[in-house]
T-cell receptor, first 114, second 112 residues
Framework: EAGVTQSPTHLIKTRGQQATLRCSPI?????VYWYQQALGLGLQFLLW???????NRGNFPPRFSGRQFPNYSSELNVNALELEDSALYLC?????????????FGDGTRLSIL | QKEVEQDPGPLSVPEGAIVSLNCTYS??????FMWYRQYSRKGPELLMY????GNKEDGRFTAQVDKSSKYISLFIRDSQPSDSATYLC????????????FGTGTLLAVQP
């Protein structure tokens, strides 16, 4: 079974540009989560999408946004890039039901802002 | 105070040793507790998933949760050089929030 896949692996941008990161969940999973892993800050929750809708959002500015498509894949968009946005962006997926299934992660997109 | 505290290490042990990794937390609403292993340049890999208090064993790994003390542990028996990685604890309250709160990770090195 294929795991969570993310693209691109690396992305280099300059300040003020926009970045788009993509994620394909494990087959059968309807929930997609985005996390930021910045040096010295650990993993921070960004966004949660389920069945095409945003369910929860972390403490990040509105220039971090995303969407989930009918096939459950997801995009994370970061506008007006700042130097501190340099980080590893991780996508996770899970099935979402009352049993609260665990989240499985991809290998991330490393975003570097010059 | 952070919601989840984890000793960053690094922790260095000889091959074959028993490793103990720990996290403490402050939010009594947490019900789901996880341990992830992260190798360099890779994403976190789920090792253990526990609901509420108690012990869970899977091969060389044992997870313990003590909700009364707000303390969770991961034990690794017969540690191997391939266990060298960063170990992350994570927890959530489940339900409508469903977000994971992570510790900062403990870097483990198992020396051959």
């Amino acid at each position: 079974e294929a795991g969570v896949t993310q693209s691109p692996t690396h992305l280099i941008k300059t300040r003020g540009q926009q970045a788009t990161l993509r994620c394909s969940p494990i087959s059968g999973h309807t929930s997609v989560y985005w996390y930021q892993q910045a040096l010295g800050l650990g993993l921070q929750f960004l966004l949660w999408y389920d069945e095409g809708e945003e369910r929860n959002r972390g403490n990040f500015p509105p220039r971090f946004s995303g969407r989930q498509f009918p096939n459950y894949s997801s995009e994370l968009n970061v506008n007006a890039l700042e130097l501190e946005d340099s980080a590893l962006y991780l996508c996770a997926s899970s099935s979402y039901d009352t049993l609260n299934q665990p989240q499985h992660f991809g290998d991330g997109t490393r975003l570097s802002i010059l | 105070q952070k919601e989840v505290e984890q000793d960053p290490g690094p922790l260095s042990v000889p091959e074959g040793a028993i490793v103990s990794l720990n996290c403490t937390y402050s939010n009594s609403a947490f019900q789901y507790f996880m341990w992830y292993r992260q190798y360099s340049r890779k994403g976190p890999e789920l090792l253990m998933y526990t609901y509420s208090s108690g012990n869970k064993e899977d091969g060389r790994f044992t997870a313990q949760v003590d909700k009364s003390s707000k303390y969770i542990s991961l034990f690794i028996r017969d540690s191997q050089p391939s266990d060298s990685a960063t170990y992350l604890c994570a927890m959530s309250g489940g339900g409508a929030t469903n977000k994971l709160i992570f510790g900062t990770g403990t870097l483990l090195a198992v020396q051959p």
